[in-house]
């Protein structure tokens, strides 16, 4: 048995819908710019640009609807309401027409954003770590196993604040479909059981003050609920 000159932390696990086994989060990855309303409302021309990546650590989760902690140095935390595939199998250079086979299910996913922090990153053309990847930045329900879902190409998200509708789109119009997400992420990098990929925002991301009520809905994944503390 390894010894360690400290405890080695644990790892980070989600609620799975029917189960009390937890599923094993291994790295959180992020698509950019994947609804042409929200890159428009970024300032980009969504015209099928390749897809590009972020990541947050794994230990970032915001789990169900635990509390929100307002992150430090920033004025302006985002919501963005996200389609999350969780991956039970992993591989490189995935082909499309095989890739939703490592899918193991979905969660609602907020990926929060110190969008004070990316706009200075994007000036100085440093990375988005800490604008994206901050403590507490990646907010994600309870994983529906695909048996309860399949696979969720179509259907509404929505995100409301204290029950004003801020965002709210449809999974058809995504840009690059999640198949093609992850076949182009394993071109990059060897996919793993347990990695997380957040799909995408639709438009209308926006600030969030401490105290707001956030409410996000997909079709056929319910809703989950986080107060921002
Ligand atoms: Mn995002």
Not at 214 to 221: K, N, Q, T, Y
Request: proline content about 10%; overall charge negative; glycine content about 10%.
């Amino acid at each position: 048995m390894t010894s360690y000159v400290f405890p080695p932390p644990q790892t980070p696990s989600l609620p799975v819908v029917g189960s009390e086994a937890r599923f094993p989060v291994r790295r959180i990855f992020c698509v950019g710019r994947n609804y042409a309303d929200h890159a428009r409302e970024m300032g980009h021309d969504p015209d099928r640009e390749p897809p590009f990546f972020f990541d947050k650590p794994a230990d970032a989760l915001v789990i169900g609807e635990a509390a929100i902690p307002y992150p430090p140095l920033t004025a302006k935390l985002e919501h963005e309401a996200e389609l999350v595939a969780c991956l039970g199998a992993g591989g490189r250079d995935i082909p499309v027409d095989r890739a939703l086979d490592l899918v193991w299910g979905y969660a609602i996913g907020n990926d929060l954003t110190r969008r004070d922090v990316q706009a200075q990153a994007k000036k100085l053309g440093r990375p988005w770590s800490l604008a994206k990847g901050f403590d507490a930045s990646a907010v994600c329900g309870p994983v529906h196993p695909l048996s309860a879902t399949g696979h969720p190409a179509s259907g509404r998200i929505a995100l409301s604040v204290n029950g004003a509708t801020r965002q709210e789109g449809d999974l058809a119009q995504m840009i690059w479909s999640l198949a093609e997400v992850i076949s182009i992420l394993s071109r990059e990098i060897l996919l793993c059981p347990g990695d997380l990929i957040y799909t995408g925002t639709p438009a209308g991301v926006g600030p969030l003050q401490p105290g707001d009520r956030i409410r996000i809905e997909i079709a056929g994944l319910g809703h989950l609920e986080n107060t921002v503390a």
